[in-house]
Every structure is written in structure tokens, then in C-alpha cells.
């Protein structure tokens, strides 16, 4: 270091000179005072014997002793920081692209009277539609919070609903053993009625082409339905419990569903046969999905393929959460475990890839919302208490368009890629025991 560095001013110079002089005659070391004293030029009344320590030397001490202190617990935050930042996924600046639902949330959306089941968006318009124990589907604008309608028909808890693919029709499923079928069109009217089940039906989806909906029932069956007629097209049985949730593959070829059995299966919806049970979960499991094909690359890379197949056909990979507070991805090729999420403290509710296909969110009673980076199974962001209860359900607003290259823009025309992206409405619902909907955006502010 220069002298310059150092240089102090002559008021500095005199206040230290008098400290170290304070120091030494405060702790006896008189002879070293007389001395210092005589090489300063100082007389010897100073510094005056009579009059109390100012401590100064000390109280100079002990301050950089503290601030070395805390500076090295800043050098651990930050390097602790740093090591977060560097291990987090990559973000693009500027995009959306990677937004994940972030505190506060857009509107919070009050109206049901008991816990709210499902939520579910529209399409094409900014409606979400909530199902809830109270009996009743309620109608809202999700970009507004504004309440809609109420839609009664059903005597016992709704429990599932699901939009057609352009809108026009909402399914409902409840524990009044029916479901209903919705016309938007119309002034939301109940047009069709579906009866069949012998207990609680506990989920609802359109089949690809809008033509069929299928069905899961705690009576421990799955059922496919024309919509046109109501007849009952075919029964699955296979499930020795409660069926909680069934899904079509996105090309209807395949179907999972998921029970208290412990188990999930992969079935072929034309014949009803069980193609692959899924065995690894100690609990019931409550909620069962497809991965998207445009989250196919990440999960591969998690699964260590890089060598195999690279196809596109949908169904490849499903998602599974259970009470037994684990979500699992499975390989519906050979009905392999390619890994087990573990992170809630209760029972997970809901499961939905993120459009980017790089992120996995899942909702638990454990009142949480997790981000996972599926490439390393890590969950990365948690929204802890989104609601003042558990976390029921939980709805991306709406399905992308085109596949992950399309996305990452790695295709020859990356002008298709950015139109394909900007067809994602980032929002995100969830539905609780606490009997309110929350709304989360990019960039919102609490309503």
C-alpha cells in the first residue's frame, strides 16, 4: 500500500497520538508514556491523569473487529448467492418464456362456499371455470377478477371439469354419481346429462376430436361416453380402488389413470386392455399426467438418453403424485422409474409441465407451490402458503403450440419459433380448501 494511502490529517494524527498515549498510561506502561510523550514534543500534563479513559483506542478496536465480522458473513452470503445464481436454470432476458407463479398472486377470486376442487381455462377466451363442494361450477374473467355466473345442476360436490378443445362445451363430474355437459354457446345451459357410474365420479376429460369423454369413478372403473348420444361406449375395469384421475394421451391412443391402489395404468382405450402398470408409490395416488412432447428433451436428459429414439409421439413419459408425498416420472415404454421428486410434506394434489417444457409444478395439502427443473429433478422455487389452507388443484392457462425446438427457437425458420411461442398465455390458477381461486401472472400486484 502507498503512503498516500495512509496519509492521515494533523487533527487525525493528534487524536491517535492522545489515544495510544490514553492506552498505555490507563494500563501502567508509564515509561512508554514519558517516552512517547518526549519523542511527540507533548507536555506532561498530557494526558491528564485526573480526568476518566476516553477508551478511544479500544472502542476502534473492537468497531474493526466487528466489521471484519461481517464482512466475512457477506463474503459467505455472497459466495452461497453466487452458487444458487449459478445452479439455477438459464433465464433469457427479456422473455417469459421461463416465468414460474411468484408471491403475490394477480386477484384472489372469493365466491364458493366450500373447498374448491378444480379450475379449468377456457381455450380461446379469458374465462376459468372452478368447481367446488358447495355443489356449483362458477363462471369468471380471469384477466379482470371478475365474477361471471354460477352454474347448479349437480346435488353433490363437483369434482373435475373440462373445457373441449374449442370452448364450446364444459364436462362436469360429481359425486352425485352424473355427469353434465355445459353448452358455453348457449347461455351455459345444461344440455346433456350422463349417468353410469355406481359411486362418486372423481374426474372428466374430452377425448381428442371433442367426439367421446371419458370418465373415472370410485366405483373403480373408467368410462368412455359419445357425446352426442350419452351411450356409454365402453366400461374399463382393472383398478382394485377408487379411480382418482384418468387422462387422454394427446393423440387418444392411450390412456393413464391413477388409484388408491397404489398403482398407475397405461391403457388402450380402444379395447380397454392394461398395456403397463405402474408399481412404486406407498399411498394412494391422486394425480396422473402425460408429459408433453416438448418436454421430452428434458427429461430424456435427466433419464441419461441421449442415444435412443428421438420421436415425437405423444404418451412417451407420465407424472405421477401421491399421499405418499412424492411425485414420480415413469417411461411408458418399458414402465421404467426415471426418478422420484421428493421435497412436499403432504399429500400432492396436482401436476402440470410448464410450456417451455423444461419445468415441472406441483400443488400439495402441504399449502405449497413447487418448481421443478426436470433435467436434475431439483425443485427450485417454492411458493410457500399461496392459500390459507391446502392447495387442491392447480391449471396452466393454456396448452402451446408446437414443439420444444420450435420453442428454443432451434428450427430453420426462427420467426415460426417466436410466433409459437407467443401463443402461450402465461397464467396459472390454483384452487383451495380455503375455498378461493388465486390467479398468478407475470408481473402482478395482489387484487
Partial sequence: MSAAAITLTERQKDDLNKSILEYLQSNGHHNAVRALRADLGLPETMPDPTSPPR????????????????????????????????SAPTRRAGSDTDWVPVAPAGYTLTGHREAVTKVAFHPTFSIIASASEDFTVKIWDWETGEFERTLKGHTRNVNDLDFDS??????????????????????????????????????????????????????????????????????????????????????????????????????DPSTGETKIEFRGHDNAVEVVVFAPVYAYPAIRELAGLTNVDKHTRPGAYIATGGRDKVIKLWDTQNGQLIRTFAGHDNWVRALVFHPNGKFLLSASDDNSIRIWELKTARCFRTVDKPHGHFVTCLAWGRQRQGNAAEENGSTANGAKASADAQKVVYVVATGSVDQSIKIWMPNSRSR
Avoid: Y
Fill in 55 to 86: 477508551q478511544l483506542l479500544e472502542r476502534k478496536w473492537i468497531s474493526v473487529v466487528r466489521m471484519q465480522k461481517k464482512m466475512s458473513e457477506m463474503e459467505r452470503t455472497i459466495a452461497t448467492l453466487q452458487e444458487e445464481l449459478n
Fill in 166 to 267: 374449442k370452448g364450446n362445451l364444459l364436462a362436469t363430474a360429481s359425486s352425485d354419481l352424473f355427469i353434465k355437459i355445459w353448452d358455453t354457446q348457449n347461455e351455459w345451459k345444461n344440455s346433456k346429462t350422463f349417468p353410469g357410474h355406481e359411486h362418486t365420479v372423481s374426474c372428466v376429460r374430452f377425448m381428442p376430436g371433442d367426439q367421446q369423454i371419458m370418465s373415472a369413478s370410485r366405483d373403480k372403473t373408467i368410462r368412455i361416453f359419445d357425446v352426442a348420444s350419452t351411450h356409454l361406449i365402453r366400461t374399463i375395469v382393472g383398478h382394485s380402488a377408487w379411480v382418482r384421475c384418468a387422462v387422454p394421451s394427446d393423440d387418444g391412443r392411450l390412456i393413464v389413470s391413477c388409484s388408491g391402489d397404489h398403482t398407475a395404468r397405461l391403457i
